[in-house]
């Protein structure tokens, strides 16, 4: 079976510190990978996805970055955190680009 | 462009049932449900790929109306587990999704 996983759980950063977040799947080879980011009590903000390994399609021109070195590797960072970057991310798999699979995220609080 | 959920939260006691709608002014061609829990991620339900297509999980089910460019959630005797944030998808250019902003259900004993 697929597991998703995502570290850290939680993290606390000061505004102008790097971050560098990462996600892995197993059991599956080939999935689509996604970055989302959930602002307290919002909705799900696309990021990035992620299609194969080193192609990257960014939705939030922000000062964050994606990459994906390895197949079932997705790794979410930024050079300088803002306050604004606090939230909810969640990293998520699909195969089909439909129904998606949600890690259990990192809280993020930057202060 | 993001799909539109109504209403965005529903107040219910326990065995009382529950209608969100999730609507689009461009076509659907799909559409996906998902529920999140206070505190975690947000968990698959069902999908729809068909107009007039109807699925049901347990006491919760979903139809899609293609023509009217809409998907309902139906919820029946609603449970303290239900209670959560409910999402509705649906896919965009390439492999993304667009997620609806969400309706927050509350189920009271």
């Known amino acids: 079976s697929q597991t998703i996983h995502q570290w850290p759980a939680t993290l606390v950063q000061p505004v102008g510190s790097p971050l560098s977040l990462e996600c892995t799947v197993e059991g599956t080879s080939n999935p689509n990978l996604y970055w989302y980011r959930q602002a307290a009590g919002r909705g799900l903000q696309l990021l990035f996805y992620?299609?194969?390994?080193?192609?990257i399609s960014s939705e939030v021109p922000q000062n964050l970055s994606a990459s994906r070195p390895q197949d079932r590797q997705f790794i979410l960072s930024s050079k300088k955190l803002l306050l604004s970057d606090s939230g909810f991310y969640l990293c998520?798999?699909?195969?089909?680009?439909?129904?998606?699979?949600f890690g259990p995220g990192t809280r993020l609080t930057v202060t | 462009q993001q799909p539109v959920q109504s209403p965005q939260a529903v107040i219910l006691r326990e065995g009382e049932d529950a209608v969100i709608n999730c609507s689009s002014s461009?076509?659907?061609?799909?559409v996906h449900w998902y529920r999140q829990k206070h505190g975690e991620a947000p968990v698959f339900l069902m999908i729809l790929l068909k107009g007039g297509e109807q699925k049901g999980h347990d006491k919760i089910s979903a139809s899609f109306n293609e023509k009217k460019q809409q998907s309902s959630l139906y919820l029946t005797a609603s449970q303290l587990s239900y209670s959560g944030t409910y999402f509705c998808?649906?896919?965009?250019?390439?492999?993304?999704?667009?997620f609806g902003a969400g309706t927050r259900l509350f189920v009271k004993a």
């Open positions: 992620s299609v194969g390994i080193g192609q």
């Open positions: 461009k076509a659907l061609y799909s």
């Open positions: 998520a798999w699909s195969l089909t680009g439909y129904e998606q699979y």
């Open positions: 998808g649906t896919v965009g250019g390439g492999f993304k999704t667009i």
